[in-house]
C-alpha cells in the first residue's frame, strides 16, 4: 500500500448506527486530519493531529469523535448522525516541520457517506 | 466574504484548448499557494505549489500568483480530455498555522475531445 488509503470506500447508515472510518498513511508523516466536502461547499477542515495531538476542532458537533492511537492511523466514530452529515469524508496526511512552511497534504479517497 | 472564492463552473472547453482558472483570496498573510485536481470519487491530488508571488510551470500547466492583487490563476494549455476533473486552489499560512489549508469550492472542468 502507498500513500493514503481510506475504508471504508462507502458506507451507509442509519441515525442510530455506529460506525467508524480508518485512515492509514504509508508516507510517514507526523500530521493527519479529517475533512468534509459537501457537494457546492469548500473542504471542510474539521479535525487535525499533529504529533499524536489534537491540535484543532474546527466547531465539529460531538457525534463525530476521532483517534490517533499513532501517527500513521486516524479513525473517525460517528454515531447518532443526521442527513445532512452524509458527505464525502477525506483524510490527508503532510509533515509539519517545527518552522513550518505550507506542508503539502496528500488526501485518500475518501468515504461516500450516507445517512438515512 | 468568504476567505477564497473560486468559481464553480462548470467549466466546458474542447480539445486543445487554454484552460484558465482563477480564484481570490481575503487573507493577505496566505503564502502558500496549491492547486489540487479532483477526479470524479477520488481524493484531491497536489497538482501545483507556490510560495508568495510569481510564476511556476510544469508541463501543460502554469500557476500564477498576484499577491498584490490577492488573485491567483492556474493555466492548462493544451487541455485534453484527461484534465476533465474539478481543480481546487487551496492556500495556508500566517500566524503559525502554515499547515491550515482554505480551500475554494472548486471548479468542475470538462474538456471535450
Known amino acids: 500500500e502507498t500513500g493514503v488509503t481510506q475504508t471504508p470506500r462507502h458506507l451507509v447508515m442509519g441515525m442510530t448506527n455506529k460506525k467508524s472510518l480508518k485512515c492509514e498513511q504509508h508516507?510517514?508523516?507526523?500530521?493527519m486530519y479529517w475533512y468534509k466536502q459537501s457537494a457546492k461547499k469548500p473542504l471542510e477542515l474539521m479535525f487535525v493531529y499533529n504529533f499524536k495531538e489534537q491540535t484543532e476542532n474546527n466547531s465539529v458537533p460531538s457525534r463525530f469523535s476521532p483517534e490517533c492511537p499513532n501517527s500513521s492511523h486516524l479513525f473517525l466514530h460517528l454515531h447518532t448522525l443526521q442527513p445532512e452529515d452524509s458527505a464525502l469524508y477525506l483524510c490527508?496526511?503532510?509533515?509539519?516541520?517545527?518552522?513550518?512552511?505550507?506542508?503539502?497534504?496528500?488526501f485518500g479517497p475518501g468515504t461516500r457517506l450516507l445517512v438515512l | 466574504q468568504k476567505e477564497v472564492e473560486q468559481d464553480p463552473g462548470p467549466l466546458s472547453v474542447p480539445e486543445g484548448a487554454i484552460v484558465s482558472l482563477n480564484c481570490t483570496y481575503s487573507?493577505?498573510?496566505?503564502?502558500?499557494f496549491m492547486w489540487y485536481r479532483q477526479y470524479s470519487r477520488k481524493g484531491p491530488e497536489l497538482l501545483m505549489y507556490?510560495?508568495?508571488?510569481g510564476n511556476k510551470e510544469d508541463g501543460r500547466f502554469t500557476a500564477q500568483v498576484d499577491k498584490s492583487s490577492k488573485y491567483i490563476s492556474l493555466f492548462i494549455r493544451d487541455s485534453q480530455p484527461s484534465d476533465s476533473a474539478t481543480y481546487l486552489c487551496?492556500?495556508?499560512?500566517?500566524?503559525?498555522?502554515?499547515?491550515?489549508?482554505?480551500f475554494g469550492k472548486g471548479t468542475l472542468l470538462t474538456v471535450n475531445p
Open positions: 507556490t510560495y508568495s508571488s
Open positions: 487573507n493577505s498573510a496566505f503564502q502558500y
Open positions: 508516507l510517514g508523516h507526523n500530521a
Open positions: 490527508a496526511s503532510s509533515q509539519v516541520s517545527a518552522a513550518g512552511g505550507g506542508e503539502t497534504q496528500y
Open positions: 487551496a492556500m495556508s499560512g500566517g500566524g503559525g498555522s502554515n499547515y491550515k489549508l482554505t
